[in-house]
Structure formats: structure tokens, C-alpha cells
């Protein structure tokens, strides 16, 4: 299995939801990666799980909130979004050798 | 510190005729350096990797890219471009991973029939 798999596709909810994100991987990848992407910018990285340790961006607001059950599994819990947090949220992940990223399809977010 | 700068926001060029997608990097070390695709709405796919290996990466569905340290650079090419490139492409310079991974603007590279 070379995929990471995101979960749902395509999302809408309401600035009262709560909602979550989930990723999964089976390739052994010890090190997993929530990113956001806007229309025709690049992907901001938002956090990282290394071995299950989690770093985090400093600019990122709390109302994302990761989680790492264990290492194939990753979760983004969201909560009071708001409407500028409408973007394309993307799970990656590598093994720590530097060979690059596996990315997931997505999960199209819209924040009504 | 390290930066990444992809020279060209848009590349338009006709099917068939090659592609050139330009990226030059700025690292205080030797970094790792790669090339991602991204077709509308959907995830990113690694092109290809430089590791500190062979200078000239070739990668999947036959792009490569050569690593110019004098340069600095590390531009993609194509030799033919087929009309299922049109995309946008990601020059990315790493060490480490997570958040020494910074990623290039973008290119969109259109492709005319």
C-alpha cells in the first residue's frame, strides 16, 4: 500500500460545528503532516508528528486541533472555524530518511 | 535559512514542444531538493528527488532535472510536453523534513493543443 488516504473528500459545515479530519497510512511512515492549502498558493505547513511527537506552528490558531492515535492514523479536530479557514487541507506523510512525501487527495473545506 | 524561488508564475507552451520550469534554491548546507505536481483539486505527487546523489534526476512519467550547485538552480524539464501536464508544480528545498521543508509559489504550466 503506497497511499495515504484522506477522509471525507468534501466538507461543509458551520462556524458552531465540530468536525474532524482523518488520515490514514499503512507504508510505516513515522512521520505524518497536516497542511493547508488556498487557491493558487503553495501548502502552509500547520503540524507535524515525528514518531508520534507533535510540533506545531506557532501561527496556527487553536481551533485546529491534531491528534495521533498511532502511527498509520492522524485526526484534525475542528472547532468555532471560521470562514477564512475555507481551503484544501492536505495529509502527508515520509519516512525520516528524506526521500520526499506522500500526500493525500484532500479534504475540501468550506467554512459557511 | 534556506528559500526556494520558482522564476516563472505561468509557463505556456504547445503539445509536443519541450518544457522548462525554472527553480533556483538558497541553502547554508547541502539540502535535499524536489519537484512536486499538482493537478486542479487534487493532491500533490513527488516528480522527483535530489539527494546529494547523481546530479541528474530523472523521475516519473519523464521529467528530469538537473542539480547545478554553481547555479544554485534546479529546473525541471520535459523533452515533450503531452496535455495531460498542464498543472501546477512545486520546487521544494528540505533538511529534515517537517518544518525545514519550505516549498516554492508555483508554477502553472498550461499546455496548447
Known amino acids: 500500500d503506497t497511499e495515504v488516504t484522506q477522509t471525507p473528500k468534501h466538507l461543509v459545515m458551520g462556524m458552531t460545528n465540530k468536525k474532524s479530519l482523518k488520515c490514514e497510512q499503512h507504508m510505516g511512515h513515522r512521520a505524518m503532516y497536516w497542511y493547508k492549502q488556498k487557491a493558487k498558493k503553495p501548502p502552509e505547513l500547520m503540524f507535524v508528528?515525528?514518531?508520534?511527537?507533535?510540533?506545531i506552528n506557532e501561527s496556527v490558531p487553536s481551533r485546529f486541533s491534531p491528534e495521533c492515535p498511532n502511527s498509520s492514523l492522524l485526526n484534525l479536530h475542528l472547532h468555532a472555524l471560521q470562514p477564512e479557514d475555507s481551503a484544501l487541507y492536505l495529509c502527508a506523510s515520509s519516512s525520516t530518511g528524506g526521500n520526499g512525501y506522500t500526500f493525500g487527495s484532500g479534504t475540501r473545506l468550506t467554512v459557511v | 535559512a534556506q528559500s526556494v524561488t520558482q522564476l516563472d508564475s505561468h509557463v505556456s507552451v504547445s503539445e509536443g514542444t519541450p518544457v522548462l520550469l525554472r527553480c533556483n534554491y538558497s541553502s547554508s548546507y547541502s539540502p535535499s531538493l524536489f519537484w512536486y505536481v499538482q493537478h486542479p483539486n487534487k493532491g500533490l505527487q513527488l516528480l522527483l528527488k535530489y539527494t546529494s546523489a547523481a546530479t541528474l534526476v530523472k523521475g516519473i512519467n519523464g521529467f528530469e532535472a538537473e542539480f547545478k550547485k554553481s547555479e544554485t538552480s534546479f529546473h525541471l524539464t520535459k523533452p515533450s510536453a503531452h496535455m495531460s501536464d498542464a498543472a501546477e508544480y512545486f520546487c521544494?528545498?528540505?533538511?529534515?523534513?517537517?518544518?525545514?521543508?519550505?516549498f516554492g509559489a508555483g508554477t502553472r504550466l498550461f499546455v496548447k493543443a
Open positions: 508528528y515525528s514518531y508520534e511527537k507533535l510540533s
Open positions: 521544494v528545498v528540505s533538511k529534515g523534513g517537517g518544518f525545514k521543508t519550505i
